[in-house]
């Protein structure tokens, strides 16, 4: 099986903070994607990337950088955290390009930024 | 508007009965994808659908392209089909709806 895992369930970090989430993906995908998932709103796209060292913007990159220095690994970093950052952020995996073969997502990280 | 919405956003029914979930979308899609989402964050993908229907276990899904419009059934339903159930839209990138929280009591 596919395993996209994600380095933690539960986080909760200060306001200002400079906060790593990280995803591992073990199938050799190329392309992986940071979601935020809030009540309402459904999962919104962060950034993605699609090849090691490539990234592209999504519909809320603002406040959010990443970095993907190897294949199976894919950071988000959230420079300065803020109380609106609180949110479920979810990573996922694909083999073909934005998903067309569908998703691998990891358990999620639920931030809480104080 | 979202190009993929879902309806009911909440839905609760008794054991045995038998649900409905909707998504419309108002984009063209090459595929739509109906997820899993259990307490707790983790979501499973269920079915991957360009045309027709597809069935696993007691879910049943059909798509009508000319409609623009999906559904997910469960027969029989049980409490631990108790999950968050998303829609995603699929063109050039993948769009989704807000969800639908489905609650089966025993």
């Known amino acids: 099986d596919v395993k996209v895992t994600q380095s933690s369930r539960y986080l909760v970090k200060r306001t200002g903070e400079k906060v790593f989430l990280e995803c591992v993906q073990d199938?050799?995908?190329?392309?992986m994607f940071w979601y935020r998932q809030d009540p309402g709103l459904g999962l919104r796209l962060i950034y993605f990337?699609?090849?090691?060292?490539?990234?592209e913007k999504g519909d809320i990159p603002e406040g959010y950088s990443v970095s993907r220095e190897k294949k199976e690994r894919f950071s988000l970093i959230l420079e300065s955290a803020s109380t609106n950052q609180t949110s479920m952020y979810l990573c996922?995996?694909?083999?073909?390009?934005?998903?067309?073969?569908?998703?691998?997502f990891g358990s999620g990280t639920r931030l809480t930024v104080v | 508007k979202n190009e993929v919405e879902q309806s009911p956003q909440n839905l609760t029914a008794q054991e045995g009965e038998f649900i409905t979930i909707n998504c419309s979308y108002s984009?063209?899609?090459?595929?739509l994808h109906w997820l899993q989402q259990h307490p707790g964050g983790g979501i499973v993908s269920l079915f991957m659908?360009?045309?027709g229907k597809k069935k696993h276990g007691r879910l049943i899904a059909t798509i009508n392209i000319q409609e623009k419009h999906s559904s997910l059934h469960i027969t029989a339903s049980h409490p631990r089909d108790s999950a968050v159930y998303i829609c995603?839209?699929?063109?050039?990138?993948?769009?989704f709806g807000a969800g639908t929280r489905l609650t089966v009591k025993p």
């Open positions: 984009v063209g899609i090459s595929a």
């Open positions: 995603a839209a699929n063109n050039n990138d993948m769009r």
């Open positions: 990337s699609y090849d090691v060292k490539m990234k």
């Open positions: 996922a995996s694909s083999l073909l390009v934005m998903g067309y073969d569908g998703y691998t």
């Open positions: 199938m050799d995908h190329e392309n």
């Open positions: 659908l360009s045309s």
